[in-house]
């Protein structure tokens, strides 16, 4: 086991129960499942049979200008990293986010990428980009800052959620 898996809210700036109690506030209704910590798409795979709903992957990425971008798509999405930033305004080609830049802005660590975490950017310096294939589902699901839990959000409520923490979502179709 692994430091994520033992206690994978310690350390963070908001917990999952403190994600939770906002989307309450927000009066945005969202079901929870729990399950043993997953790391990529493929592990995620084994619950499509218990969690209905559009299943997502999450780039955080950067331009060379330091831009910063968090790309939510489909989990299946063919993404071109090399051409991406023409179609979200980015700078030069895009790469990975490091680990502690991550934490510093989304308050997540890797394999726990979402678009909750968007609630630690309270500077606004990552712009979200979410992906037009991914819209067309009624219900999205995303871990809930953390990878031990899967939550189902409506999209409208998503959205919702994302122009509250003050992030206006750009949806772009960057997926092929």
Not at 34 to 59: D, W, Y
Request: hydrophobic share 40%; with cysteine.
């Amino acid at each position: 086991m692994n430091d994520n898996d033992q206690a994978p809210e310690s350390g963070l700036p908001t917990s999952p129960d403190a994600l939770f109690a906002r989307l309450a506030e927000l009066g945005i209704s969202v079901a929870t499942v729990s399950h043993p910590a997953l790391h990529t798409v493929e592990e995620s795979r084994a619950l499509r049979g218990e969690i209905a709903g559009g299943h997502i992957k999450n780039l955080f990425v950067k331009d060379k200008k330091g831009k910063v971008f968090l790309i939510v798509a489909e989990e299946d999405a063919d993404i071109n990293l090399k051409t991406i930033h023409t179609l979200i305004g980015g700078s030069g080609r895009v790469s990975f986010g490091k680990p502690e830049q991550l934490m510093e802005l989304l308050g997540v660590r890797p394999g726990s990428v979402c678009p909750f975490g968007l609630i630690n950017d309270t500077a606004g310096v990552v712009t979200c980009i979410l992906d037009e294939a991914l819209m067309r589902h009624d219900v999205i699901n995303c871990h809930p800052l953390v990878n031990t839990m899967t939550t189902s959000i409506g999209r409208d409520d998503l959205l919702a959620f994302l122009v509250s923490t003050g992030h206006e979502p750009r949806i772009v179709a960057v997926s092929g």
